[in-house]
């Protein structure tokens, strides 16, 4: 099955830093969606973002579908960015295209 | 804005219960799917369901999982007997019929002891 890994694995900012994180998979994808996991376990859709660059605040993501990568820029990071982020692509094997994620990059945002 | 609703948000039972974890999709969508995530892991896909019926499931679902829509609204997952080991999150989404945007719950704690 497709794999998807997910750089860093592990990241402390200062409050006001920025950062990109990356996610790369192993085969051709028609969708590719970011969440963010706060520390109550809640998963929090950010982008659907099959191709191109989305901007949500002080997020914003990059998918380039053809290099098989996507990458999730947070600027001004502040406390409450703090969770883990996962990317999730869909399986090209049946016909309910299942979610496969990654590994996950915690955030920490300290003071 | 629609969203996909899981209840109970935390639920604690003993070895060898039974539970139900319910769902209640996006009104409109037709594909429904439970996800698990073990403590510090990865999000790990569990089943899909479409038209009444299962359509795809991981070799983590076995026998002791079931799911059903038992009216028009409600999508639900049974645990038989459950384990230590299916400790877990357990997050429910739903997608429209031709979408590819998954829309995810907030997600089940279960806490088997």
């Known amino acids: 099955g497709i794999q998807v890994e997910q750089s860093p694995p592990d990241l402390i900012l200062q409050e006001g830093a920025n950062s990109t994180l990356r996610c790369n998979f192993s085969?051709?994808?028609?969708?590719l969606q970011w969440f963010h996991q706060n520390p109550w376990g809640q998963l929090i859709n950010l982008f659907y973002?099959?191709?191109g660059t989305k901007q949500n605040g002080r997020l914003s993501a990059t998918t380039v579908a053809t290099e098989r990568y996507s990458l999730l820029y947070i600027s001004s990071s502040q406390t409450t960015d703090s969770g883990v982020y996962f990317c999730?692509?869909?399986?090209?094997?049946?016909?309910?295209?299942?979610?496969?994620f990654g590994t996950g990059t915690r955030l920490q945002v300290t003071l | 804005e629609p969203e996909v609703t899981q209840t109970p948000s935390h639920q604690v039972t003993q070895m060898g219960q039974e539970v139900i974890l319910r769902c209640v999709p996006i009104?409109?969508?037709?594909?429904f799917y439970w996800y698990r995530q073990i403590l510090g892991q990865k999000v790990e896909f569990l089943v899909s369901?479409?038209?009444?019926?299962?359509?795809?499931k991981s070799e983590i679902f076995d026998d002791q999982f079931s799911v059903e829509r038992p009216d028009g609204s409600n999508f639900t997952l049974k645990i038989r007997s459950t384990k230590l080991e299916d400790s877990a999150m357990y997050f429910c989404?739903?997608?429209?019929?031709?979408?590819?945007?998954?829309?995810f719950g907030q997600g089940t704690r279960l806490t088997v002891v």
């Open positions: 989404a739903s997608r429209l019929d031709g979408g590819t945007e998954a829309f």
């Open positions: 085969d051709s994808v028609n969708n």
């Open positions: 973002i099959p191709s």
């Open positions: 999730a692509v869909p399986s090209n094997t049946g016909t309910a295209s299942k979610l496969t």
């Open positions: 009104s409109n969508h037709l594909y």
């Open positions: 369901f479409y038209n009444n019926e299962i359509s795809e």
